[in-house]
């Protein structure tokens, strides 16, 4: 179900709460780092994050259980093989339909 249904559903008195909830909700996940997915705090994160919008391509880069290596794009091939060969699982991006 695409969120902007249920936004344009809510009644023109709430639609201002509402957008500063999700606005407050996305300012909490800029600013803090998303906690180990062990952690007592990482269902709260979750929810907080789904609030704020962060599905999709709008995705944090940063998330529960997971983090993100910056590489310029012409090493890419040579980080992934230097993390799989130390044994560090690599998450690959869905592959396109073909």
Do not use: H
Not at 54 to 69: F, H, K, P, S, Y
Request: charged share 15%.
């Amino acid at each position: 179900m695409d969120p902007s249904l249920l936004l344009a559903a809510l009644p023109a008195q709430y639609t201002l709460c509402t957008a500063l909830l999700v606005i407050g909700c996305k300012i909490v996940t800029v600013f803090v780092r998303p906690p180990a997915k062990s952690s007592f705090w990482a269902v709260p994160y979750e929810i907080i994050s789904t609030i704020a919008l962060n599905i999709g391509w709008a995705a944090n880069r940063l998330q529960v259980g997971r983090t993100g290596i910056m590489v310029a794009r012409n090493d890419a091939e040579t980080a992934k093989t230097a993390l799989t060969a130390s044994g560090v699982k690599v998450l690959l991006p869905k592959k396109p339909d073909t």
